[in-house]
Structure formats: C-alpha cells, structure tokens
C-alpha cells in the first residue's frame, strides 16, 4: 500500500479520537486501539480508512500481538501515537497507593509496553516516528495530584531518555503536551478551566507537529504553555510560595491575573482566562503573589 499508516491507542475518545479522525481525513490509513471495541467500531464506521484494533495496554504480549497485526495488515507503520491515560480527581487528594499504582499502570507502564513493542520495528525501519502523550501537568509539582502529575513527568523523562535512543536509528521521538481538552476525562474537573479547547483544537496542532514539523515537543495551547514553561523554571522558593497562595486562595473570587514579582529583574503578568501576557524586566520588592486562578489547582488531564 501507498499510503502511510498511523497507530492511535486511546484512540475510543478525546483527542485519539479526534486525532485518528484527522488523519483519516488526509487520507491515511488510521489504526485505532483502546479497551472499548464498542467505541471503536463506531467510528470506523464513519470512515472507512479508520481500522479498530482493541487493546488494553497493560497487557504485554497483546500489545506485540496487535502492533504485529497492524504490520502484516498495512505493510507498515509510519507513525505510533500512544495516548492511553487514566484521571480520577476524587482519588487524587490522599495518597491511595492502589490508585497510584493504578494510574502509573496505565499511563506510564501501558506506554512503555507499546513502546516496547515497536522499539525493534522502528530501529531496524530506522524511519518513523514514536509519539508519547503527556500533559503540562508533568511540568511541575501541583497540589491534588498524587498520581497523574507523577506519572506524566514519568513520561517527560522518558520521552526525552528515548529522544537519544531512537535518534541514533534515525527514529523521531516526540512529546506530546496538551493544556486543557475537553474530553471524557476532563470533563470530570469540577472547576474552570483556563484557556479549554476542543479536541479537534488538538488533533490540528497534534497533526501539523507530527507531519509538518520536527520539533521534540508539540505543545499546546501556547498562551497556556508559556505561562507554565516559565513556572516551571523558577527556583523551588518562588514557586512553592506561588502554588501556595493559590492553594490558600482557591475558593476565593479573584482578578484573572496571575502576577509574580522578584526582587531582583522580574515581573509576569500573566492573564490566566485570556489570551494577553506581558514580560517586562522590572526591579520589585519582596516576592508576592496576587492571584486569581480557577477555585482549585489540580493536575491537568490531557
């Protein structure tokens, strides 16, 4: 076959969905995988270049089967996109060891085993591209994420560990970090959620990284991105005294501006609900933290 061939677990729902949906759309062969057959027959019903391949991907040996199964069925697999994941915010405040072990068992091992099961393919291919899906969750430490912050930064590391590993094969591998989506799984989020988007949003900037682009990481939405990328690199005192607040303020009403001040050449302005930032290199007195965000500060679903 003449055309190139994406593999999409998480595929059922969300973003896999909406991402498998896409590329069918630009003519692709698209294979889907994800524990619910049901949802997956639905939507290879509405196109007919979109073939089901069910999967739990903590099951080893099923994801070799499958990947298998997909080789022999398109003669090839151009790109792996592998966005299984799992998030139950009432699970999330304590630390419930089994859930923890639970959602490492999905998000991060379950993409470790498809990993594992075209590592050989790809590095003798030596072309292609291995996608990991993470979320800006794994940037940093937040409150109320025991398990799903952890495992996604997991994932960051891992993403950039098999960045060196695959690149000497000549194989792509990129991280994928959505901001918030609406998906199944946010939509168990009880708070407001900054900057949403749909996950045809996604699946657009997903596919013009993966096709159009070379980047490691496609990151997405950029005005929420940029705000966490520069949390993310302040020093430990600043940013556990700026979650802090927040954590302190969360059920109060506030602006919808986040501001941080340094002492010494730093000021962010950084509206959090719409789409205007401002840096500017200011002298300022003794860190604070005037904040407005959402009514908690929880991990962030992709």
Known sequence: MNKKTIWITGGSTGIGKALAIKFAKEGWNVAISARRENLLKETCGEHENISSFPLDVTDKNKCKEVFQNIVDTFQGVDICFFSTGTWDPKKEKDIDVEQIENVFKVNFFGT?????????????????????????????????STGYGPSKSALNNLAESLYFDFGRSNVRVCLVSP??????????????????????????????GLVNKNSFEIHFP???????????????????????????????????CLKI????VIFISLPLTGTNKTYSNLKAGPYE?????????????S
């Open 112 to 144: 470790l085993n498809s990993i594992k099961a075209v590592e050989k393919y790809f590095k003798d291919r030596k072309s292609g591209t291995i996608t990991i899906v993470s979320s800006i969750a794994g940037y940093r430490g937040l409150p109320n």
């Open 179 to 208: 901001g918030f989506i609406k998906t199944p799984m946010t939509d168990k989020n009880d708070f407001k959620m900054p900057f949403l988007k749909t996950s045809e949003y996604a699946a657009e900037k997903i596919y013009d």
């Open 222 to 256: 950029k005005s929420l991105t940029t705000i966490l990328k520069v949390l993310s690199f302040l020093p430990n005192k600043i940013y556990f005294g700026l979650i802090g607040k927040l954590t302190k303020y969360q059920k109060k009403k506030r602006s919808s």
């Open 261 to 264: 001040q340094s002492s010494k």
């Open 289 to 301: 933290y005037p904040l407005a965000l959402p009514t908690t500060s929880p991990a962030v679903p």
